[in-house]
């Protein structure tokens, strides 16, 4: 039977990497920023929450009054405060880099302003009037669950449809346990549905139930992701011992500790951050010895220098310019052999010559496939790249009450990313609705974050009315 570590060990190994704030580590933070005018930070942001702004704030005392402008702008900002990548966005723009000195821990800021709100149980902002509008969501991942969010603030009804038992798409099962646990994402999902969102979970919509939903409803919008995860297409991949990272992670996250090969040798193989996440989940699950394989060169992973570093220092080994050729085994894994490669005028090649890996377990990174039936399913064009094809603007698809966003649109990028598109695609769906529609004042600020501009709310924040 696998050797796999003690209860205490996996649980000091997935305690999250990065703490919270105390109430005066807060504000001392806060007291540092410049409160930039025009700031680089906002910019860097995909949803442009009014940083300067909420960080001021917590400054002033008032993580109330920071907490809603962070969530007016990102409604899943308290998520994002924890599994963004604020290296390359926000904190990397950070103007004090321009003086060799650290950023602003920007994330960790918004943490402490959101964390605030969720101790409250109340959110800042209220459901709208009722327009007689209804829109069906499918999936309640980020995307949906952002678009839910503001189409229940401006008052049309909204249903969300989930094929999984839990919502809250990756967030929930696919991030890693050190960033944000399962809690953190379905408590947070709890909170914003209370607006009113019916959500139907375990539900799959296939081509009747579109058909039905498009009949029922005023518009639709897709939010489900990608599809499952791509195989590597050698021999040798069928045997036990062989698994996709994404339900690798997800059954480290639900904390199977029947998981087969936690103490094994292993591979994982590719070069992005999902492959990361397997390789240094693999090492703190109790693997032996954990090799992350990339067929290309370090300059070409598109997996982020931070994430790399954080395996390595957990043990992973990084082999490099390593194709995979076949797996190795006969009743079970035994080892990978490989193929060096190399780039010869912007073209890889391989080499001849093989060498082989020994070890127990394979964990396959490479990505995942679009989801190509659902969008057809919806009338909805696809890309050349299987994206579905959408207006910049708007989001809407080639199918006039059809909208879509996240992963399904953009082929795969971050949590803040998804939630930038749901909040855009609400305002398109609103505008479709009442063409011309000119923000009220409940929704002015948010709306203004669409685009970057980012105009002082009009409604007077908590820190322009509370005592202090």
């Not at 930070?41 to 009014?50: E, G, R, S």
């Not at 994330?107 to 402490?112: I, T």
């Not at 992005?272 to 370090?298: E, F, K």
């Not at 980012?454 to 202090?468: F, L, N, Q, T, Y």
Request: some cysteine; proline content about 5%; hydrophobic content about 40%.
């Amino acid at each position: 039977m696998a050797r796999r570590p003690p209860n205490s060990v996996w649980r000091d190994n997935f305690a999250e990497l990065k703490k919270p704030l105390a109430r005066e580590e807060a504000r001392v933070e806060a007291s540092r920023c410049l409160y930039c005018y025009d700031a680089p930070c906002v910019k860097a942001c995909p949803t442009h929450i009014d940083i300067p702004r909420f960080i001021r704030q917590i400054a002033a005392a008032d993580p109330l009054g920071s907490g809603a402008t962070i969530l007016e702008a990102n409604a899943l900002g308290h998520s994002c405060a924890r599994v963004c990548p604020v290296e390359v966005l926000c904190e990397g723009d950070c103007v004090y880099h321009d003086w060799h000195d650290k950023p602003i821990h920007i994330a960790r800021l918004q943490r402490y302003a959101t964390d605030a709100v969720h101790a409250s149980d109340e959110l800042p902002f209220e459901p709208g009037a009722d327009t007689g509008k209804r829109v069906a969501v499918v999936g309640a991942g980020p995307a949906g669950a952002a678009c839910a969010v503001y189409l229940r603030r401006l008052g049309h009804a909204v249903t969300i449809f989930e094929k999984r038992k839990l919502p809250g798409g990756l967030n929930t099962s696919g991030v890693a346990e050190y960033k944000m646990n399962a809690k953190t994402s379905l408590e947070e999902l709890r909170m914003l549905f209370r607006l009113g969102c019916s959500v139907k979970t375990g539900t799959t919509v296939d081509g009747a139930l579109a058909a039905k939903l498009m009949r029922d409803f005023d518009a639709v919008f897709l939010g489900v992701g990608l599809a499952r995860a791509r195989g590597l297409g050698i021999p040798g991949e069928g045997l036990p011992g062989v698994m996709d990272s994404l339900s690798f992670i997800e059954r480290v996250k639900a904390h199977d500790r029947s998981l087969p090969g936690s103490s094994a040798a292993t591979v994982v193989i590719g070069g992005g951050n999902t492959a990361v996440d397997a390789a240094t989940q693999s090492r703190r699950t109790g693997a032996s010895t954990v090799v992350l394989a990339y067929r290309r060169a370090a300059e070409d992973m598109s997996a982020y220098d931070f994430e790399v570093a954080l395996a390595r220092t957990d043990g992973a080994e990084v082999l490099l310019n390593a194709a995979p050729k076949r797996i190795l085994g006969r009743k079970k894994v035994e080892g990978v052999e490989f193929a060096r490669t190399k780039t010869v005028k912007g073209k890889l090649v391989e080499e001849k010559k093989t060498f082989i890996v020994p070890c127990d377990r394979v964990i396959t990174a490479i990505g995942q496939s679009k989801n190509r039936a659902l969008p057809e399913f919806f009338g909805a064009a696809l890309n050349d790249d299987g994206t579905i094809k959408v207006d910049a603007k708007t989001l809407r698809t080639s199918h006039a009450k059809v909208f879509a966003g996240g992963d399904m649109v953009n082929g795969g990028k971050e949590v803040v990313n998804a939630s930038a598109d749901g909040k855009r695609a609400a305002w398109g769906i609103h505008q479709t609705f009442i063409p011309g529609a000119d923000p009220d004042e409940d929704s002015a600020y948010w709306v203004s974050t669409i685009d970057g501009r980012v105009v002082a709310p009009i409604v007077p924040r908590a820190e322009d009315v509370h005592e202090k």
